[in-house]
């Protein structure tokens, strides 16, 4: 039998593969790509991004938050995809650090792709990796301070970790008022960290300035005609139910009358049906109803004869903040009035923000519930001024439950990069190499803070550096001056979730597409011809 020399196709046809070289570059550029697309926007001088959607919203985002950047673009490389996801990960995680963890990331590969094409083994760089990240992760517990035990440092510190967060926000011009702010929001939840009791709402008109502390609930609804605008020791029902013509709704049924009355005595019934329901509703001894769903006029006049507010439209966020911070929960049936739990507050009331009406809960059964009011000029400032004030909060509230703080300004990198280059210099062994290009990583982090603030990075990381050597390991970039200072004077503090959380997920990221020596993709689907009769 005569052996056939073509080819094997193991694949299914029109499937790709890529191996080896090729698919380790591959991996490489694409990651390396994201990393250059948001370095440019790392630190306290970062620039902002334009993101333009095209469709009919044709909606623009100005912003230089890492997650939301990567999460707008399309990725078509599967490692840029892997770098997407970290910051993803990263943001709901600890909130920050989104362009820290991926440009990380994407400077151990550029090192990477240099030991490679040295001969380097990817197994050996990733093992000098790991020895790397467990120092640094050593020398940055030990260089952490805890003021969990003093009230009152450790609400400066969480005051310090709050203008570090905005400085590269677009909150940076009044970061001591939104600091104040989101500590002042933090420390009500009382260590619980539950973020829902903290409503953000975004008002247009005024400036960033006038944006306020609320204490409270604020909802963005209106309430009905002819009802009470103002209701003290409010009993309220949250509900999710129709309150239209509360019909029976059969798919393509038909109604036929052989007369006009009977259209009367159809319209008569739905009207009686619906009557049936508010009076179930009265009777769970209430005067707040607030739905989801439309209140149409019929039941809404109901209400108003029976003196109870009601409240119709309450998005589904809104209702379901407003069940935990009043300590009631949502119904959709109103058959048994003595199993619902009502939600209860002091005084609910109209009140006036700007040119528009919402409705305030004071004295809510959740004391820790509170709202900011932003204010802004146009809608694109107050979106990244939410989304800004948000990595505060979140920021905030881990370090509230791991009150441990490190030095920011770069000093942390610059610690890590150290105590690695140490452990180098005692490695043998070509892993000595991957722990040193590690180092360098690490050290590439203060160097685009000086780059993006127009100052002289090679200038200032080489001091700082020395400065590291001399054990003054408190002294990060000084990026007001240009300068390299003490960043305990300067009240320069970041949390040390966040920074350890940047090292280890970086770390693995840039492992995983290190240890990628093919790309398989699968064949795209085909289309078939559509038969179907017109």
């Known amino acids: 039998m005569a052996l056939s020399l073509n080819p094997v196709q193991v694949l299914s046809y029109g499937a790709e593969e890529e191996k080896a070289e090729n698919a380790r570059m591959s991996s490489f550029i694409g990651a390396i790509a994201i990393g250059d697309l948001i370095k440019s926007t790392l630190g306290p001088k970062g620039m902002d991004k334009i993101l333009q959607s095209s469709g009919r919203n044709d909606s623009i985002q100005v912003t230089n938050d890492g997650a939301t950047i990567l999460k707008s673009i399309g990725v078509d490389n599967p490692a840029a995809k892997v770098l997407v996801d970290i910051s993803k990960v990263q943001d709901d995680e600890v909130g920050d650090g989104t362009t820290s963890v991926v440009v990380f990331a994407c400077e151990l590969l550029k090192e990477a792709e240099v030991l490679i094409g040295q001969k380097i083994h990817p197994q050996t760089i990733v093992a000098g990796w790991r020895k790397a990240t467990a120092e640094a992760r050593k020398a940055l517990e030990a260089s952490s301070i805890d003021h969990g035990d003093d009230l009152v440092k450790f609400r400066e510190d969480l005051l310090n970790i709050a203008r570090t967060t905005l400085s590269s926000k677009i909150l940076m011009q009044y970061k001591d008022h939104f600091s104040k702010l989101a500590v002042d929001a933090v420390l009500r939840l009382k260590g619980s960290g539950n973020l829902d009791a903290i409503q953000v709402i975004k008002k247009l008109g005024g400036g960033l300035q006038d944006s306020y502390l609320d204490e409270g609930f604020l909802l963005d609804k209106k309430v009905g005609i002819n009802q009470p605008k103002r209701i003290e020791n409010a009993r309220i029902l949250i509900a999710n139910t129709p309150m239209d013509a509360d019909k029976i709704k059969i798919y393509a049924a038909r109604v036929r009358v052989d007369a006009v009355s009977k259209v009367a005595e159809l319209e008569l019934a739905e009207k009686e049906k619906m009557k049936a329901k508010v009076e ?76 528009d009406k919402l409705i305030k809960f004071s004295g809510v059964a959740m004391g820790e519930a509170c709202t900011i009011v932003l204010r802004g000029a146009t809608q694109q400032i107050l979106d990244e001024a939410e989304r800004s004030l948000h990595d505060a909060l979140c920021v905030m509230s881990q370090t509230v439950k791991e009150t441990r703080t490190v030095f920011g300004g770069g000093a ?41 603030g127009g100052f002289d990075s090679a200038e200032l990381v080489s001091q700082l550096r020395a400065a590291h050597t001399d054990e003054k390991i408190r002294y990060g970039l000084d990026m007001e001056k240009g300068e390299v200072a003490d960043m305990v004077a300067l009240g320069i503090t970041e949390s040390f979730r966040v920074k350890q959380q940047v090292l280890v997920s970086g770390s693995e990221a840039a492992e995983m597409i290190l240890r990628v020596d093919s790309i398989l993709r699968s064949a795209p689907r085909k289309r078939e011809h559509d038969n179907r009769p017109c």
Do not use: W
């Not at 739905?291 to 209400?303: A, D, G, M, S």
């Not at 109870?308 to 959709?332: K, N, P, Q, Y």
């Open 280 to 355: 179930r509703i009265l009777k769970h001894n209430i005067n707040v109803f607030i739905n989801r769903q439309l209140i149409y006029n019929y039941p809404e006049q109901l209400f108003a004869d029976a003196g109870i507010m009601a409240i119709e439209h309450a998005d589904f966020e809104g209702v379901e903040r407003l069940a935990l911070v009043t300590g009631g929960e949502i119904v959709s049936t109103f058959d048994l009035p003595e199993s619902v739990k009502i939600g209860r507050c002091a005084l609910i009331e109209e009140v006036i923000i700007g040119e």
């Open 412 to 452: 942390s990198e610059m610690l890590m990069a150290n105590a690695v280059s140490k452990l180098a210099a005692r490695t043998p062994g070509k892993e000595a190499v991957a722990i040193e290009a590690y180092a360098k990583a690490l050290r590439m982090l203060p160097t685009f803070i000086a780059d993006n």
